[in-house]
């Protein structure tokens, strides 16, 4: 059982800059792929980003690439989200996720690929 502990959101203006984290507890972290998930209200749950379970493979979505980057320190537990050059329309509540990964460049984009969730932290970019 791993959990998984976000935290970092806040308001910022637009343009501005926020880093989340996401501490994982357990002694097996770097034998997870990781990923960063957000949901604005009355909307389904969106991928931003994915890690494999060392760091050395990356993905995002179009909508977030050159602005957001995924990084990990499996040595603290802990995977990061710094987001840069935001707008209002990256508001929304920001989820990490966890899944045990078979191959080590593995990354995943579906929510249902990730078999552990953190309760949320809230982003919110004024115009």
């Known amino acids: 059982q791993v959990q998984l502990v976000e935290s970092g959101g806040g308001l910022v203006q637009a343009g501005g800059s926020l880093r989340l984290s996401c501490v994982a507890s357990?002694?097996?972290?770097?034998?997870?792929?990781m990923g960063w998930f957000r949901q604005a209200p009355g909307k389904e749950r969106e991928f931003v980003a994915a890690i494999s379970r060392r760091g050395g493979t990356t993905y995002y979505p179009d909508s977030v690439k050159g602005r957001f980057t995924i990084s990990r320190d499996n040595a603290e537990n802990t995977v990061y989200l710094q987001m840069n050059s935001l707008k209002p329309e990256d508001t929304a509540v920001y989820y990490c996720?966890?899944?045990?990964?078979?191959?080590?460049?593995?990354?995943?984009?579906?929510?249902?690929?990730?078999?552990?969730w953190g309760q949320g932290t809230q982003v919110t970019v004024s115009s």
């Open positions: 357990g002694r097996t972290f770097d034998s997870y792929a």
């Open positions: 996720a966890g899944v045990r990964a078979l191959m080590g460049s593995s990354t995943y984009y579906r929510p249902t690929d990730y078999a552990y």
